[in-house]
Each structure stands twice: as C-alpha cells, then as structure tokens.
C-alpha cells in the first residue's frame, strides 16, 4: 500500500496540479472505493483491491484517463525533492546553517551554497539565526535535508512578512501554470514567493498592499472544491 | 422478558452520535466524537520530528496516543495528570489504531494522537478512538480504513449494545459485563478487545455481531462527518 | 516554525502597529469575535467554553468538600488549575508545565479572588472544620494567542453558571442534586485585559503570530464595585520596560474596554 509516486521531477514542480485539468473529482475517505475495474492504475493516495481501486487516505479523487490519484485536502507537509520551501534558521554549525522548513525533518543548508564566497566566521553576516530563507530541496535522506539556492527568487528574503497557508492548498495559490500568483502579484504589486510548505514570503511597496496580498492568498485557500477560481478572482479584487 | 434500559433504549440501540472534524485549527487533523452524553475530542499532529532520538525508527513512523480526562468531565473531580488507567488506555488505543495507519512512508517521524474527554458517561475509549480515527483521516495520514469503536455488555442476562454510566454500574443478576471492541471497517479484523464480567464463550460471538452491526452505523457517522468538512 | 514569528515578520509587524494596522483588520485595541457557549460538561457544576478569533479555552468548576485553610478558617477555598493540553497546539508537549502553563492560572486566580467575585463566606458547611472549594480548571482548545484573557472570561463564564452540589445524610458530596447557585457576587467579575507591546505601539487580544513578536507585556485585572472601576491584579512580563505615559495611557482604556467587553458578554449570559 505504498505511495506508489513519492519522488516528484525536479523540474516544475512547484507549480503543483493544474487547476481544471482534470475530470471527475470528488471527495474520498481511506478505505473507499473510487472506480472499478482492472484497467485502471492506482496513483498516489490509491491502491488496488481487487477490481477495485480505493482510497489510501482522505482527499480529493480525481481520474486523469485511467490514472487514479488522491490529492491531500488537509494535513502536514510532506517534502518531496525538488520542492520550493521557506524557512527559518534555528542554528549555524561549521558546515552551513539549519533550517527549520515546518517539516517533520530538520534541513540543512551547506556553506557552499551562499551566493559569494563566505569564511566560516562570516556566516552569520549571510545568514543569522531568525533569518528566513527560501531554497529548493535537493534530497532527502534519513537523517534529513539537504537545501538549495539554485533558482531564482531563492536565498535570504528581506524586508516583507511570512505567514502559513495548509500545504495541500499551495497549487491553488499559484494556479494553472501560475495564472493565480500572477494575478495576485500584478493587483497588489508586491513581490512574492510561496513555499511548498504553505510558508509564503509577501514583500510590497506599502503596508495596505501586503495586506491585500495576504487577504487574497487567504482568501483562495479556503475554497477548496471551487472551479473558476481565478475568475472568481478578478471579481474579489474588484470589490476589495 | 428483556431487560429494561434505564434510557428507554431498545437493547441494540446507540446512543445518539455526533461527529464534527475540524475542530482545532492548529491541529494537522483534528475532530470530535460523541455517543450521548460521552464527548471525546482529538488532536493528530504529524508526521513531525520526534525527540529523543534515540526512539526514532529508520524504518518507519511511529503512531503515539495519549488518552486523559478533563478534570471536570467526571463527577469526582480528576486531579490533573495521567493515571495508570488513562496510560492504559492510551496503549490500547495506539494498538486499536496502528494496523491501519501506513508509516513507511514517513521514517523517523512520530504522529502524535491527543484525545481528550470533555464529558464522560461510559464508553470514553471508544469514543476516543472513533474522534482519533477521524481525526487521523482528517490530517491525510494513509490509512487502509477508518476504525470503528462500540461496547457491548450485558445486564443480567441481555446483552446491550453502547453502555452508558448507569448499565456499567448495574447491579442485578450476573452483574454488569462490559466489552469494548474496535475493528477496521468494512472488515472481519478487531484491533480492540477488553472485557470486564462475566460471558459464556458462545456468547463472544453474539457479541462481535453486535458490534460489527453497531460499527456499520458508528462507520456512516464518521463518513458522514469528513464528508461534510469540505464544503 | 510555529514555534516562534521569524525577525522580518516582526519587522513588518512593528511598522504595521505603527500605521494602526493589523492583519485581520482590527484596531489595534480592538478584540476578536467573542464567542461564549455553556455545557461543556455536564458533569461539572459549571463549565463555559470562550472564543476569541481562533483561541478557544474552555473552563470547568467543580466542587468538593474539604477542610479550609488555617488563615481563613470561616471561609471556602478557591483552587485554580490549568493544563496546556498538547491538543492545542505544536508548541505544548506533556510533562511538566512551562512558564506560561504555570502563569496562566495563577493570573486568572489572583483576577477572581482579588474581585471578590466568589462569596467564599457563603461557602462553609461546619465552621472551622469543613468547606466547600472551588475548583476551577482551565484548558486551552485552540492557541491563537491572547490566551490569559480567554481565559479569565471562561472561568467567569463556568462560575456564573455553577450551581452547588448537595450533601447527602452522611455529610458526603450529592453530586446529582444541584440546587443552589453558586454564590457570586452579583456586582462585580473581573475581565482580564493583557496589553502587548512592539516597537512603541501597544495593542490588545493579539493572535499567535502578534504575541510572539510583542517585547512587553502587562496583565490587569479589572472588576467593578459599587460602579466603581477597580484594578484588582496586575502583572507585568517579558523583558522590554512599559514607559509611564503608556501606563496612564491604560489606566484611561481600561475602564472604558471593560465596559465594552462586559456589555459583550451579557448577550451571552
């Protein structure tokens, strides 16, 4: 009954499942059947029973063709290589800082990553403790990990504010091919950033656009089952 | 002649049951249970890391439960901290629940289960372990199936499904027998098993009939309520 | 990461306050959507669970029989209680409690005993020798911050509700009769009003987020007597100072909050 998909491709995959992709969902508990029949495949949060296909957990069923997949609604993060987080770090070692990613592992993140050549005594002049940083996941292993600052938008965030948004909600708030991001970014003119975490970085040129932002980030994760969202959208920035 | 229930129960009847989940925003997953005047409330957060680490496992998440009762749930006021019967309880939850929780996935981590009773009037582990279910279904823990909780016991020489404060304290005839039973839904497998009293053995497999019947509606309330959250 | 705000969301907090705003809206001064709901248990001799925003704390108050203190022989005794369940939130693990856990009732105690709230006179059964005590039990549900506070409301809540156990022939606890009352002063209960402070700003009924930024802090409990306002508790926390302007700045809120916030609460009694 294993998560048959637990590595994610490195590329795009902070821009989680397409909004309206896919056909048919609808709302699972563990045990439950989805479909039957032995000609379809049971994806991530799935297994087969039988002829039928169930439910490995509580979430959302959706068939993309024969493919059957239960998408999280509710509960903690759960890394995957090639994520996007942000974090805080809790301590400087020789080797680099950790960084607490709100995961059930701590994370590392090497000296050598630093932007600019850094001494070890300098490393808080980088990154001090209470700094928050956004970095990718290179791998996980079990004794935790490993961050990086490959990519653009990552390394030390300054200025601005980060608050938590549920995980399982972060490919809404980016939306199809980044359509909801963009258009929170293009009304409030602020700069932002959202970790695979839930964690989301907002840095805007006032206080009353930050806000806003947050608002409307907000606002967008309590729907869960709405399609058309980023029409809906439009409307909500009309009206606030 | 039947006995009579002191609720004007028939003798398979439950009580009646609420179930909401959601009810603690910080929890990963979280819910209430109530058989009647029995109100437990539970917590799951998780995977999250585990101190020490000396009890971390490589191979596989761990699930920890812990069961207590609020101080003023009881009529005798509960003196704060854990008894030896509430560690009890929070063992055999904890076993009620393991088979059908999937950690392999989560190695070195814990998932924490809090139940808590806010109102107790017999039948608190089950309701506890039917909040816990919810709950860990609520925070996408992968899970074969939800468990279902129920005890059957006997007054006299009636068995009674769901026993309130009063049928425990019975004291006619054989006196009273409690048993309370957790299986995983929709199946022939039992994760809780306890009694106190007196049964003959022929009379086990009435009473695991019982509760698979009971289990079959306890099930549809717990569906009902993960159901109606995401609206 | 719940664990504490990060130093650039306290940054933003900080010129946030300074321009009056927050998050959610409010005034900096202003509370949360209050919420007060009773019942909780049914085996209590009153309980009441208290909403503010997210934070939700519940309270009980039972009764039993027991002997009372030698400096005060004539009177009932008054025992307060909390317990920060793990429940409520990823920061509290059990075993033994930490600073906040052991604050917290000690607080809404010195709140309530210093009102005078409880007729503790009322409450003896033998002079000098048996009494009744109050036992009242705090748990937080939920941990959105300004947990003091909800707290303080829950156990007037639970005692404005709580009816006193009988005593059966043998002088032993009847615990399914209740007839009478508890006897409360039908004046005054006290609210407590914690002020948070960042940078130069001072706010109220801050959320997780906001307390964890906040450099100072101030508890008062306030009740009224003979329609008179009166300070009966105070405590200061956290390591920044609270200049003296700040300080007259809150004796001139506070008796003005309490009366919003008690008028509040009446809808729900």
């Known amino acids: 009954m294993r998560n048959t998909i637990n590595e994610a491709h490195e590329a795009d995959v902070d821009y989680g499942v397409p909004e309206e992709s896919s056909k048919k969902r609808k709302v699972v508990i563990p045990g439950e059947v989805i479909v039957s029949g032995e000609d379809y495949l049971p994806g991530e949060g799935s297994h087969r029973e039988g002829e039928n296909v169930v439910a490995s957990r509580f979430g959302l069923a959706e068939e993309l063709g024969k493919l059957i997949k239960v998408l999280p609604i509710f509960g903690a993060f759960i890394p995957r290589r090639g994520n996007v987080v942000i974090g805080k770090v809790t301590d400087i070692t020789f080797h680099g800082w950790l960084v607490d990613i709100d995961a059930a592992s701590g994370s590392f993140l090497p000296i050598e990553e630093s932007p600019k050549f850094i001494s070890k005594n300098d490393m808080e002049q980088y990154l001090a403790i209470g700094d928050v940083v956004a970095a990718k996941i290179w791998s996980i292993k079990s004794k935790g990990i490993d961050l990086i600052l490959n990519g653009k938008g990552l390394g030390k965030l300054e200025g601005g504010f980060i608050f938590k948004v549920i995980p399982s909600r972060v490919p809404r708030v980016i939306g199809r091919e980044g359509s909801m991001i963009s258009l929170i970014k293009e009304k409030t003119g602020c700069n932002i950033t959202v970790g695979q975490n839930g964690w989301i970085w907002i840095k805007g040129d006032s206080i009353d656009a930050e806000i806003k932002a947050r608002k409307a980030i907000e606002f967008v994760t309590e729907k869960v089952h709405v399609e058309g969202l980023t029409e809906k959208m439009g409307d909500w920035f009309e009206e606030n | 002649m039947a006995i009579k229930r002191e609720s004007g129960r028939s003798l398979t009847e439950i009580r009646p049951m609420m179930a909401k989940v959601g009810v603690i925003p910080n929890a990963d997953g979280s819910a209430i249970f109530a058989f009647g005047d029995t109100v437990a409330i539970a917590a799951v957060y998780g995977p999250r890391q585990l101190h020490p680490q000396h009890m971390q496992d490589p191979s596989t998440g761990i699930l920890r439960c812990n069961y207590d009762l609020l101080s003023f749930s009881v009529s005798d006021r509960k003196k704060p901290g854990p008894s030896r019967r509430s560690q009890e309880i929070s063992k055999v939850t904890e076993w009620a629940l393991s088979p059908v929780v999937d950690l392999e996935g989560f190695p070195n981590t814990v998932i924490d289960v809090q139940i808590y009773i806010l109102q107790a009037d017999a039948g608190t582990r089950t309701a506890g372990i039917n909040a816990a279910s919810l709950a860990l279904a609520h925070a996408g823990i992968p899970m074969k199936n939800l468990v279902c909780s129920i005890s059957v016991g006997k007054l006299d020489k009636d068995l009674v499904v769901d026993v309130d404060k009063a049928e425990e304290d019975f004291k006619g005839g054989e006196g009273p027998t409690d048993f309370p039973i957790a299986k995983i839904a929709n199946t022939d497998e039992y994760t809780l098993l306890q009694l106190d009293g007196k049964i003959q053995p022929e009379v086990v497999k009435k009473i695991l009939k019982l509760a698979d019947k009971a289990c079959e509606e306890i099930y549809e309330v717990q569906k009902k309520a993960l159901k109606e959250v995401v609206q | ?269």
């Open chain 3, 1 to 269: 990461m719940a664990m504490s705000t990060s130093n650039l969301t306290i940054e933003t907090l900080n010129k946030m306050f300074a321009e009056g705003k927050r998050f959610d809206g409010r005034g900096l001064l202003d509370h949360r959507k209050l919420e007060v709901s009773f019942e909780v248990s049914n085996k209590a001799e009153g309980s009441a669970r208290v909403k503010l925003g997210k934070t939700e704390v519940v309270a009980g108050v039972k009764l039993a029989l027991g002997t009372p203190y030698p400096d005060s022989p004539d009177k009932g005794n008054l025992v307060v209680s909390s317990d920060f369940l793990p429940l409520a939130s990823p920061r509290f693990e059990l075993g033994p409690p930490k600073f906040d856990a052991i604050e917290l009732p000690r607080l809404v105690d010195r709140a309530i005993r210093e009102s005078h709230m409880i007729e503790l006179d009322k409450l003896v059964v033998t002079p000098k020798e048996k009494v009744w005590t109050v036992y009242i039990d705090l748990y937080p549900i939920n941990d959105d911050g300004n947990l003091i506070d909800a707290a303080t409301i829950a156990a007037i809540a639970a005692l404005k509700t709580a009816k006193v156990p009988g005593i059966d022939k043998d002088g032993l606890v009847d615990y399914d009769t209740h007839k009478v009352a508890l006897p409360i002063s039908k004046e005054t209960a006290p609210i407590s009003f914690t002020f948070f402070k960042l940078g130069n700003s001072i706010i109220l009924d801050p959320t997780r987020e906001e307390e964890e930024a906040c450099e100072a802090k101030v508890v008062w409990g306030i009740s009224k007597w003979n329609k008179q306002h009166m300070i009966n508790s105070c405590q200061k926390g956290k390591r920044t100072v609270f200049t003296r302007a700040e300080l007259e700045k809150m004796m001139d809120l506070l008796p003005e909050k309490f009366d919003e916030l008690n008028d509040k609460l009446k809808k729900f009694l």
